[in-house]
């Protein structure tokens, strides 16, 4: 038995894609190096959104090499990788819910001041394909 089949989907409880998913490359950008003034920029984001923090962690390359740092929130996450000797940032935000996840995308952008960024914006969980999914599925269970 498929594990669908005793779920549900109602899209009127949930009209929106279930997330959003934001894959960014800040390029030129500043504050390449500093793992803590990163925390809290990811910080900044999440609550540029109204995200839930539960914890951020980064680490250091050491020797001005740049930085890795997550922030894990209750609606998913706010990741970002640097290469100072490139002036780049990559750039992952998730987030559930109906949020305007442009808001987390500018505050970044606050803090790493991009010369020139591509922003991609997936949305994820369509209403109209987990009712189709999920309809389907039932059928093959009956």
């Known amino acids: 038995m498929n594990s669908l089949a005793n779920n549900s989907f109602n899209p009127d409880l949930c009209p929106h894609p279930l997330g959003q998913h934001v894959i960014a490359e800040?390029?030129?950008?500043?504050?390449?190096?500093e793992v803590?003034?990163?925390e809290t920029a990811l910080r900044s984001a999440a609550e540029a959104v109204g995200a839930h923090v539960l914890d951020v962690r980064g680490h250091d390359f050491g020797e001005r090499a740049g930085f890795t740092a997550v922030a894990l929130?209750?609606?998913?996450?706010?990741?970002?990788?640097?290469?100072?000797?490139h002036g780049y940032a990559a750039i992952d935000i998730f987030?559930?819910?109906?949020v305007d996840i442009t808001r987390a995308v500018d505050a970044l952008k606050a803090h790493f001041q991009p010369g020139d960024a591509d922003v991609t914006i997936l949305?994820?969980?369509s209403p109209?394909?987990?009712?189709?999914?999920?309809?389907?599925?039932?059928k093959i269970v009956e």
């Open 123 to 125: 949305k994820r969980g």
């Open 73 to 85: 929130l209750a609606e998913s996450h706010i990741s970002v990788h640097t290469w100072p000797e």
């Open 36 to 38: 803590g003034a990163g």
């Open 26 to 33: 800040f390029y030129h950008a500043r504050n390449l190096e």
């Open 128 to 138: 109209d394909r987990l009712t189709n999914l999920l309809a389907a599925d039932a």
């Open 95 to 98: 987030m559930c819910g109906p």
